[in-house]
């Protein structure tokens, strides 16, 4: 299994947006729910964010409101679209298949400081 690969992280503002995009090179892409995950120092990893193979989305609930996810399966891409930032929102932000995990990914920094 190949990993996925992150991208779009970075340093913002409180109140800033970001958005992350995530490459998954799996077979039958379109087949699988997806997700948004991150991890903070001295945490766990976390589900933030979920979409459905018929594209219904799920989010843990200090996201809702501010975050997006969004699928592209002709890209086989996943996109986390981030707005009003939160310092505790800073974390690896990383992409995965929730129902078989596949190997994780490097993933991609966000930092919300001034």
């Known amino acids: 299994q190949v990993q996925p690969v992150e991208s779009g992280g970075g340093l913002v503002q409180p109140g800033g947006s970001l958005r992350l995009s995530c490459a998954a090179s799996?077979?039958?892409?379109?087949?699988?729910?997806m997700g948004w995950y991150r991890q903070a120092p001295g945490n766990q990893r976390e589900l933030v964010a979920t979409i459905t193979v018929g594209g219904n989305t799920n989010y843990e609930d200090s996201v809702k409101g501010r975050f997006t996810i969004s699928r592209d399966n002709a890209k086989n891409t996943v996109y986390l679209q981030m707005n009003s930032l939160k310092p505790e929102d800073t974390a690896l932000y990383y992409c995965n298949r929730p129902s078989i995990l596949l190997p994780w990914g490097q993933g991609t920094q966000v930092t919300v400081s001034s």
């Open positions: 799996i077979r039958s892409f379109r087949a699988y729910n």
